[in-house]
T-cell receptor, first 117, second 111 residues
Framework: DAGVIQSPRHEVTEMGQEVTLRCKPISGHNSLFWYRQTMMRGLELLIYFNNNVPIDDSGMPEDRFSAKMPNASFSTLKIQPSEPRDSAVYFC???????????????FGEGSRLTVL | GESVGLHLPTLSVQEGDNSIINCAYSNSASDYFIWYKQESGKGPQFIIDIRSNMDKRQGQRVTVLLNKTVKHLSLQIAATQPGDSAVYFCAENTGGFKTIFGAGTRLFVKA
């Protein structure tokens, strides 16, 4: 069974460059989440989508970060321009959340490790 | 200079013993709680969940206990195995689809 697929697995870039992280959720899931994991701050929720619509982006650090979900099978997280403090592992997760319910297991990808020099 | 990182609580247990990992959650309005396991280099993986109308739920070798009075959650692992070595996160759902993770606890299993 195909799980959540993220790319790239590793990215090293220089400060000021644009970074695009990609995620393919599990087919049939209707919710998608972007998390960032660092030693300093642990796992932080950046943004989540339901039925391709952004529901809450209050965790997005600043305007340099943007996320899109053009269709049910693809999402991107973009950082422009990137800074060294953006270095982290970025996880995408998907879930099926039934109407009127807030419960559901999150299925995580293996993460994209970003290093900004 | 040296950076100050998130120092995870660590639990070290002997193989075969039972493990208890504790978690304090913050939002009294949270009504759904989940435990995740994260192995090195991988994403978190669901272990077990519990709704706020329950105080105990059992799975295979794992039990989750919920004490809403003191906003405390625990994960018990029976007969801990080397493969259980990982970082364990409790997570709370604070409404809608928003799942917020705690800091995590690192479990070491000694053979």
């Amino acid at each position: 069974d195909a799980g959540v697929i993220q790319s790239p697995r590793h990215e090293v870039t220089e400060m000021g460059q644009e970074v695009t992280l990609r995620c393919k959720p599990i087919s049939g899931h209707n919710s998608l989440f972007w998390y960032r994991q660092t030693m300093m701050r642990g796992l932080e929720l950046l943004i989540y989508f339901n039925n391709n619509v952004p529901i809450d982006d209050s965790g997005m650090p600043e305007d340099r970060f943007s996320a899109k979900m053009p269709n049910a099978s693809f999402s991107t997280l973009k950082i422009q321009p990137s800074e060294p403090r953006d270095s982290a592992v970025y996880f995408c997760a998907s879930s099926f959340l039934a109407r009127g319910s807030n419960t559901g297991e999150l299925f995580f990808g293996e993460g994209s490790r970003l290093t900004v020099l | 200079g040296e950076s100050v990182g998130l120092h995870l609580p660590t639990l070290s247990v002997q193989e075969g013993d039972n493990s208890i990992i504790n978690c304090a959650y913050s939002n009294s309005a949270s009504d759904y709680f989940i435990w995740y396991k994260q192995e090195s280099g991988k994403g978190p993986q669901f272990i077990i969940d519990i709704r706020s109308n329950m105080d105990k739920r059992q799975g295979q070798r794992v039990t989750v206990l919920l004490n809403k009075t003191v906003k405390h959650l625990s994960l018990q692992i029976a007969a801990t195995q080397p493969g259980d070595s990982a970082v364990y996160f409790c997570a709370e759902n604070t409404g809608g689809f928003k799942t917020i993770f705690g800091a995590g606890t690192r479990l070491f299993v000694k053979a």
